[in-house]
């Protein structure tokens, strides 16, 4: 089992910034390709952000608009997701993700380990 544990989540005035983080204690952290999904109450669970294993591609969802940073530290077995110009439609729980695969994925159900999610509330 994969344990991963997010921390960076909170309360941020419209416009602000953000940066999540997930660390995990697997020492085969580089194995996975590593995601980023949000979920609001009420609403199907929606892909922000992956990068393949060595950090050197990342992939974004459309609602991500340029505002948003994926990156890993192999070496700290961590994820990042830098939020910037944040908008009320933010809103969300903010969950890490990992695929125990080559290739990155769009879909949460192709994830294979999941964070407990960090709240992430953007006030107007």
């Known amino acids: 089992q994969v344990q991963l544990v997010e921390s960076g989540g909170g309360l941020v005035q419209a416009g602000g910034s953000l940066r999540l983080s997930c660390t995990t204690s697997?020492?085969?952290?580089?194995?996975?390709?590593m995601g980023w999904f949000r979920q609001a109450p009420g609403k199907e669970r929606e892909f922000a952000a992956a990068?393949?294993?060595?950090?050197?591609?990342?992939y974004y969802g459309d609602f991500v608009k340029g505002r948003f940073t994926i990156s890993r530290d192999n070496a700290k077995n961590t994820v990042y997701l830098q939020m910037n110009s944040l908008k009320p439609e933010d809103t969300a729980v903010y969950y890490c993700?990992?695929?125990?695969?080559?290739?990155?994925?769009?879909?949460?159900?192709?994830?294979?380990?999941w964070g407990q999610g960090t709240q992430v509330t953007v006030s107007s």
């Open positions: 993700a990992a695929r125990d695969n080559s290739d990155s994925s769009y879909t949460a159900r192709d994830y294979d380990y």
């Open positions: 990068i393949s294993r060595k950090g050197f591609r990342t």
């Open positions: 697997e020492r085969t952290f580089s194995n996975y390709v």
